[in-house]
């Protein structure tokens, strides 16, 4: 069979994927994609978007109960967690159509089945109908990551989930164990808990949401547990034991074990990078734990063969994948990109209340050597978050003392998944703390907490 060539081959369709196989066509490159299961990737069909949707129900159940609070009455509250699910499966469906569809429109081949490089420049297809030779200068790999699993801790789809299950659960829990407190595993435990199921959330680390900064990860751990779920930090799962309709977990803190019964547990323990199976080991690609090794432009150690998103590494996140996919594809096309630093890129967490943060963290911006500024300004002293009935939060930011230069922001409370953004442009920019200063927001809105947090590093802050 004759093979057909391509300037540009990416292997996965997901947020990175598909991204670098548009812009690369934008770009004048003749581009192939090969999926072997969704277009969009684990984000649009089983990450970002549908847990977003779930989410988007159980705030909304959680502001009917509230409807008092609002001068409002709702009776008889109650949901068809069926239906929930449908309506995440239908946002999933439609962006994923809407993700072939702009392949299509950019002219970009899409190929359904499963990739393997057997040589520089070329990739073998096994498809439905048999095997398809590609060839390419350059060949992209964006296979993105799976959920790790712990042993012992497999899962089993009945009584041990992973996210998949939980986005698609055969019954609602009752008594819940959610194994990890990172993104994945608080915004479960925040769905789940929300819509009464009794939430025990285990974390190893000393403290839920260990990436964010400690005082914006005690805050959230207040709030979880004002609605009812019981935080168990420095504690390590040892073993499930599964009888019919019942999980016994033995969990082991400061020394001590003990046996805690459940009827669901979700492990959200990381992820593991999709190395295998393509022939990286034989190529000379260097995997470091699970992941792919590049430079800074996302090169492997092989010429004309490049990695972005999870299977490149940390941060986890698809708008890095999606950002790293323009970055390569400019670069192949023979532009000069700036490489993606992941210290600009911001983090967000959709649970209740929702958790954002981009840069430093006070520990990290003092570890580095920083003599540092510190800003505060609570979601209480804000007439907008009253307005809405959110006076829970806070917006935290850090500066360096020497420059003004912005180092990190962090944020807890309404919204502050979009608040976040404006930070995200103040340090693309290099804006120091007097440009923030200077700069007018709006009244009345969240987005003036930023001004006051800002205001309130050099003491300046207004209205608190």
């Given at each position: 069979?004759?093979?057909?060539?391509?300037?540009?081959?990416?292997?996965?369709?997901?947020?990175?994927?598909?991204?670098?196989a548009i812009?690369?066509?934008?770009?004048?490159l003749?581009v192939?994609?090969?999926?072997?299961?969704?277009?969009?990737?684990?984000?649009?069909?089983?990450?970002?978007?549908?847990t977003k949707?779930?989410?988007r129900?159980?705030?909304v159940?959680?502001?009917?109960?509230?409807?008092?609070?609002f001068?409002l009455?709702?009776?008889?509250?109650?949901?068809?967690?069926?239906?929930?699910?449908?309506?995440?499966?239908?946002?999933?469906?439609?962006?994923?159509?809407g993700?072939?569809?702009?392949?299509?429109?950019n002219?970009v081949?899409?190929?359904?089945?499963e990739?393997?490089i057997?040589?520089?420049?070329?990739?073998?297809?096994?498809?439905?109908k048999?095997?398809?030779?590609?060839?390419?200068?350059?060949?992209?790999?964006?296979?993105?990551?799976r959920?790790?699993?712990?042993?012992?801790?497999?899962?089993?789809?009945d009584?041990?989930?992973?996210?998949?299950?939980?986005?698609m659960?055969?019954?609602?829990?009752?008594?819940?164990?959610?194994?990890?407190?990172?993104?994945?595993?608080?915004?479960?435990?925040?769905?789940?808990?929300?819509?009464?199921?009794?939430?025990?959330?285990?974390?190893?680390m000393d403290r839920?949401?260990?990436?964010?900064?400690?005082?914006?990860?005690?805050?959230?751990?207040?709030?979880?547990?004002k609605?009812?779920?019981?935080?168990?930090?420095?504690?390590?799962?040892?073993?499930?034991?599964r009888?019919?309709?019942?999980v016994?977990?033995?969990?082991?803190?400061?020394?001590?074990?003990?046996?805690?019964?459940?009827?669901t547990?979700?492990?959200?323990?990381?992820?593991?990078?999709?190395?295998?199976?393509?022939?990286?080991?034989?190529?000379?690609?260097e995997?470091?734990?699970?992941?792919?090794?590049?430079?800074?432009?996302?090169?492997?150690?092989?010429e004309?063969?490049y990695?972005i998103?999870?299977?490149?590494?940390?941060?986890?996140?698809?708008?890095?994948?999606?950002h790293?996919?323009?970055?390569?594809?400019?670069l192949?096309?023979?532009?000069?990109?700036?490489?993606?630093?992941?210290?600009s890129?911001?983090?967000?967490?959709?649970?209740?209340?929702?958790?954002a943060s981009?840069?430093?963290?006070?520990?990290?911006?003092?570890?580095?050597?920083?003599?540092?500024?510190?800003?505060?300004?609570p979601?209480?002293?804000?007439?907008?978050?009253?307005?809405?009935?959110?006076?829970?939060?806070?917006?935290?930011?850090?500066?360096?003392?020497?420059?003004?230069?912005?180092?990190?922001a962090h944020?807890v409370?309404?919204?502050?998944?979009?608040?976040?953004?404006?930070?995200v442009?103040?340090?693309?920019?290099?804006?120091?703390?007097?440009?923030?200063?200077?700069?007018?927001f709006?009244?009345?809105?969240?987005?003036?907490?930023?001004?006051?947090?800002?205001?309130?590093?050099?003491?300046?802050?207004?209205?608190?």
């Open positions: 069979m004759a093979s057909q060539s391509f300037d540009l081959i990416v292997i996965g369709a997901g947020p990175g994927g598909y991204v670098a812009r690369g066509a934008q770009l004048g003749k192939a994609v090969v999926e072997r299961e969704h277009m969009g990737g684990i984000c649009l069909n089983w990450g970002c978007i549908p949707a779930l989410l129900s159980s705030e159940f959680h502001l009917m109960h509230r409807a008092k609070e001068g009455s709702a009776e008889k509250i109650d949901y068809d967690i069926d239906a929930v699910v449908k309506r995440s499966r239908g946002v999933a469906k439609q962006l994923s159509g993700v072939a569809h702009l392949l299509k429109k002219k081949t899409a190929i359904m089945g990739a393997t057997p040589a520089k420049g070329k990739v073998t297809v096994k498809t439905e048999g095997s398809e030779e590609l060839t390419a200068k350059h060949i992209v790999l964006a296979t993105g990551a959920a790790r699993e712990l042993p012992g801790l497999e899962a089993d789809g009584l041990v989930w992973t996210y998949k299950h939980a986005l659960p055969p019954r609602m829990p009752k008594k819940l164990l959610v194994i990890g407190s990172g993104a994945i595993g608080i915004e479960f435990a925040s769905f789940y808990n929300t819509l009464g199921a009794d939430t025990t959330v285990v974390e190893v839920v949401l260990p990436v964010e900064d400690a005082e914006i990860s005690a805050f959230a751990k207040k709030q979880f547990e609605q009812g779920m019981t935080i168990m930090e420095k504690s390590t799962v040892k073993k499930l034991d009888a019919k309709g019942k016994t977990a033995h969990i082991e803190r400061g020394g001590k074990t003990e046996t805690l019964e459940f009827d547990v979700i492990s959200a323990v990381g992820i593991v990078g999709n190395t295998e199976g393509l022939g990286l080991e034989a190529l000379g690609v995997v470091d734990r699970t992941h792919v090794v590049v430079d800074e432009y996302c090169r492997t150690k092989v004309g063969l990695a998103g999870d299977i490149a590494g940390a941060p986890w996140l698809a708008h890095k994948a999606s790293e996919g323009v970055m390569v594809a400019e192949i096309a023979g532009g000069h990109p700036h490489p993606v630093r992941p210290e890129i911001a983090g967000c967490t959709y649970c209740h209340p929702q958790v981009v840069g430093l963290t006070e520990a990290k911006a003092k570890e580095a050597g920083y003599d540092i500024k510190v800003g505060r300004f979601f209480i002293g804000n007439g907008k978050a009253i307005a809405l009935g959110e006076p829970e939060g806070m917006v935290k930011t850090v500066f360096d003392a020497k420059t003004g230069e912005l180092l990190g944020m409370g309404a919204e502050v998944t979009e608040l976040i953004q404006g930070y442009v103040g340090r693309q920019l290099e804006t120091t703390e007097e440009d923030l200063m200077n700069t007018v709006p009244h009345p809105t969240l987005s003036e907490m930023m001004h006051e947090s800002v205001l309130d590093a050099y003491g300046r802050a207004i209205h608190f």
